[in-house]
T-cell receptor
Framework: AQTVTQSQPEMSVQEAETVTLSCTYD???????LFWYKQPPSRQMILVIR??????QNATENRFSVNFQKAAKSFSLKISDSQLGDTAMYFCAFMNHMEYGNKLVFGAGTILRVKS | NAGVTQTPKFQVLKTGQSMTLQCAQD?????MSWYRQDPGMGLRLIHY???????DQGEVPNGYNVSRSTTEDFPLRLLSAAPSQTSVYFC?????????????FGEGSWLTVV
C-alpha cells in the first residue's frame, strides 16, 4: 500500500517570501500521479498542482512549483512571493496510474500561515 | 454549475442515531468517493464507486454503508453513529479515464456525534 508523509505539521512565512513544503511517499509502482491540494479555512479542496511521474520536468503553476525527485520519492511544493491568501492547510496526495476508482492517498497535511 | 453537492453541511447526532449524508454530481462522472478528514490524519477513503451498482470499500469502511443506484448520487449512511465518526466528510467525483484526471470535491459535511 502507498503511504504519503508530510513531516511539517505547521509552517509560517513572511508575506512576499518563499516557502517550501515537504512531502515524501512510498510506492513500488513506477507510474503514478502526485498532487498538492490547498484547503483554506472554508475547507474547500483546491487543486494547486499535479505531477505525472513519467515526466521528468517539474510542474509549475504561476507562483507554485514542485521539486519532484522520483528516486528519492520526494515531492516538495515551493510557493514564491507568498501572499496572505496562501494561508491554508496543504495536502500532498498520491494516485496510481490507471487507478481503478481514482483513489487518492493523502498525507496528514501542513498548515501554512503567511504573516504580514 | 453545481459540480459536487453535499448535504447537509452541518449535523449533530446523538450516539446510536442513524443518518445519511447526500452527495450528488451533475458532471456525469462514473467515479465517486467518500473521504473523512480528521486532525493530523489527512483525508482517508471510506468507500468508492466506479459506476451505478458498483461500490467497494476504502481504507476506513467500518460503520458506513453506501449504494449507487444512479450515476448522479452516492449517499453515505451511518447506521448507528458513534463519537469516533465525528469528522468532516468529503464527497468526490471524477471521470473514468484513470489518467490522473481532475477530482472534484464537494464542500464538506461537518458531523458531530455526541
Amino acid at each position: 500500500a502507498q503511504t504519503v508523509t508530510q513531516s511539517q505539521p505547521e509552517m509560517s512565512v513572511q508575506e512576499a517570501e518563499t516557502v517550501t513544503l515537504s512531502c515524501t511517499y512510498d510506492t513500488s509502482e513506477n507510474n503514478y500521479y502526485l498532487f498538492w491540494y490547498k484547503q483554506p479555512p472554508s475547507r474547500q479542496m483546491i487543486l494547486v498542482i499535479r505531477q505525472e511521474a513519467y515526466k521528468q520536468q517539474n510542474a509549475t503553476e504561476n507562483r507554485f512549483s514542485v521539486n519532484f525527485q522520483k528516486a528519492a520519492k520526494s515531492f516538495s511544493l515551493k510557493i514564491s512571493d507568498s501572499q496572505l491568501g496562501d494561508t491554508a492547510m496543504y495536502f500532498c496526495a498520491f494516485m496510481n496510474h490507471m487507478e481503478y476508482g481514482n483513489k487518492l492517498v493523502f498525507g496528514a497535511g501542513t498548515i501554512l500561515r503567511v504573516k504580514s | 454549475n453545481a459540480g459536487v453537492t453535499q448535504t447537509p453541511k452541518f449535523q449533530v447526532l446523538k450516539t446510536g442515531q442513524s443518518m445519511t449524508l447526500q452527495c450528488a454530481q451533475d458532471m456525469n462522472h462514473e467515479y465517486m468517493s467518500w473521504y473523512r478528514q480528521d486532525p493530523g490524519m489527512g483525508l482517508r477513503l471510506i468507500h468508492y464507486s466506479v459506476g451505478a451498482g458498483i461500490t467497494d470499500q476504502g481504507e476506513v469502511p467500518n460503520g458506513y454503508n453506501v449504494s449507487r443506484s444512479t450515476t448522479e448520487d452516492f449517499p453515505l449512511r451511518l447506521l448507528s453513529a458513534a463519537p469516533s465518526q465525528t469528522s468532516v466528510y468529503f464527497c468526490a467525483s471524477s471521470r473514468t479515464s484513470r489518467s490522473g484526471n481532475t477530482i472534484y470535491f464537494g464542500e464538506g459535511s461537518w458531523l458531530t456525534v455526541v
